[in-house]
């Protein structure tokens, strides 16, 4: 399978535990997006990288939020301290390109209950 | 800040066509963007339009386009059941998408 390949599927974790998600993109592709998701809405924008480089964090983001990409290909978002309103879908997508996006590839996410 | 818009709820029986609608907010996005969800999914890259085109048809999918209004529309020809899901329209902002909050197609036999 050469898609973008999520890890874990699921995740059920306590308040106050911290989790790391993984996200393995396509091989040649060098941009990698992290997306949340809630019930009844869109996707909505996290962070992203060009190769290693972390080049936009969205404002939203709480500082309990992390995300690396140490060797340009796969990436991990680790959220510290969970709370119950961090329980989403976490989608990665990647996408080839040195300007804007062009044809984003979403995996099928990690589903994070928090408890 | 402002907000992709998409009508959240489509009915339609088997055969018929769909329209899928949406409004974007960036006049500059290179490119613009369906894509498809089925429930406990990821999202499916349906198709794709070029800024400076008016349509794009790709088999049952036909993409229309106004600039001018910063409106994008999705048509599927001959629905079928298989088609019920989420869509979402999305535009580049910078170097990301921004989504709006999806059309629950509803197909029924």
């Known amino acids: 399978d050469t898609g973008v390949s999520q890890d874990p599927r699921h995740k059920i974790t306590k308040r106050g535990q911290n989790v790391t998600f993984r996200c393995d993109p396509i091989s040649e592709h060098n941009r990698l997006y992290w997306y949340r998701q809630t019930l009844g809405q869109g996707p909505e924008f996290l962070t992203y990288f060009q190769n290693e480089a972390q080049l936009e964090k969205s404002r939203l983001l709480s500082d309990r939020f992390s995300a690396e990409r140490p060797k340009g290909s796969f990436s991990t978002l680790e959220i510290q301290r969970t709370e119950q309103g961090d329980s989403a879908m976490y989608l990665c997508?990647?996408?080839?390109?040195?300007?804007?996006?062009?044809?984003?590839?979403f995996g099928q996410g990690t589903r994070l209950t928090v408890v | 800040g402002e907000d992709v818009e998409q009508s959240l709820f489509l009915s339609v029986r088997e055969g018929d066509s769909s329209v899928i609608n949406c409004t974007y907010t960036d006049s500059s996005s290179t490119y613009l963007y369906w894509y498809k969800q089925e429930p406990g999914a990821g999202l499916q890259l349906l198709t794709y339009?070029?800024?400076?085109?008016d349509m794009k048809q790709d088999q049952r999918l036909t993409v229309l386009l106004n600039k001018k209004d910063k409106h994008l529309s999705l048509r599927i020809a001959d629905t079928q059941t298989g088609d019920s899901a989420i869509y979402f329209c999305a535009e580049t902002q910078g170097g990301k998408l921004i989504f709006g909050q999806g059309t629950e197609l509803s197909v029924k036999p």
């Open positions: 997508a990647s996408s080839l390109g040195s300007q804007g996006v062009f044809l984003a590839f």
């Open positions: 339009i070029f800024s400076n085109m």
